[in-house]
Nanobody
């Protein structure tokens, strides 16, 4: 069964850090384009970071220098290290995987997780 399961969300103060994980099952994450997306209440889902099948990362301008996307092939897990968190980072965070391309929109990815909530207090 193909599945992506996120974890690691929580509530932190501004300036704090969290590390999100996305565990894959039923397929090898390292052969896919992988992405993290987020959706805040009342806003559209937006791309946060992607990593192509060669391991090249890409970040939204709003998180550059603060967030790092990485993966552990042995654990078949995708990570998102989030440092210096800001209240505007508050959102539900989702991981996604697609065998063909790193698309801009989450709905274009073949596999998507259910999300993990991140809340940053000021």
């Amino acid at each position: 069964q193909v599945q992506l399961v996120e974890s690691g969300g929580g509530s932190v103060q501004a300036g704090g850090s969290l590390r999100l994980s996305c565990a894959g099952s039923g397929f090898r994450l390292s052969t896919y384009c992988l992405g993290w997306f987020r959706q805040a209440p009342g806003k559209e889902r937006e791309q946060v970071a992607t990593m192509d099948d060669e391991g090249v990362p890409s970040y939204a301008e709003s998180v550059k220098g603060r967030f790092t996307i990485s993966q552990d092939s042995a654990k078949n897990t995708l990570w998102l290290q989030m440092n210096n968190l800001k209240p505007e980072d508050t959102a539900m965070y989702y991981c996604a995987a697609d065998p063909w391309k790193c698309a801009n929109f989450a709905y274009e990815y073949k596999h998507r997780g259910q999300g993990t909530q991140v809340t940053v207090a000021s």
